[in-house]
């Protein structure tokens, strides 16, 4: 699946929504706020998947 920066995504774990903020080599740089700081990491495509979508419905 591709992802563009400003998509908001879910990681398959459930976690919670976060903002796609790069693209690069199969990699997705997500940024999302925690409740105290906003946390960043880098996810592989296949982990993550469109926020609103059927999956995230199910969970």
């Known amino acids: ?3 563009t920066i400003g ?3 879910r990681h398959t774990n459930g976690a919670q ?3 796609v903020t790069g693209v690069a080599s199969g990699m997705v740089e997500c940024r999302w706020y925690d409740g105290y700081t906003v ?3 880098a996810f592989r495509e296949d982990e993550l ?3 609103g979508c059927a999956a ?3 969970a």
């Open 7 to 9: 998509d908001e995504v």
């Open 39 to 41: 946390q960043r990491e």
């Open 56 to 58: 995230e419905v199910q």
């Open 17 to 19: 929504r976060m903002i």
């Open 49 to 51: 998947y469109p926020a």
């Open 1 to 3: 699946m591709r992802f």
